[in-house]
Nanobody, 115 residues
Framework: QVQLQESGGGLVQPGGSLRLSCLAF????????MGWYRQAPGKARELVAR???????KFSDSVTGRFTISRDSAKNTMYLQMNSLKAEDTAVYYC?????????WGQGTQVTVSS
């Protein structure tokens, strides 16, 4: 079983920034891929960004140029830096890890962009 724990969500004004963290209770470089997804009220969960163990990181068109991903292997943590936030970025953000045929999820962290 893989445990993932998100943190860093909150309320931010449009144009502001937030950094989300995803702590994995094991080495993050053992995963086939990690990523961030989000789900807004009444909408399906959607990909924000995905980092495979090899190959380029994929960002959704809606966040490209505004969001970046980084990883700290010493802390077993993946980060999502979100800049120039918009109201439409409001959602619950989930960390995901893929290992073989399995996908694991964190509990989610709420991000609200509002003035």
């Amino acid at each position: 079983q893989v445990q993932l724990q998100e943190s860093g969500g909150g309320l931010v004004q449009p144009g502001g920034s937030l950094r989300l963290s995803c702590l994995a209770f094991r080495s993050i470089f053992g995963f086939d891929a990690m990523g961030w997804y989000r789900q807004a009220p009444g909408k399906a969960r959607e990909l924000v960004a995905r980092v495979p163990s090899s190959g380029p990181t994929k960002f959704s068109d809606s966040v490209t140029g505004r969001f970046t991903i980084s990883r700290d292997s010493a802390k077993n943590t993946m980060y999502l830096q979100m800049n120039s936030l918009k109201a439409e970025d409001t959602a619950v953000y989930y960390c995901s890890a893929e290992l073989g045929l399995n996908r694991y999820w964190g509990q989610g962290t709420q991000v609200t962009v509002s003035s």
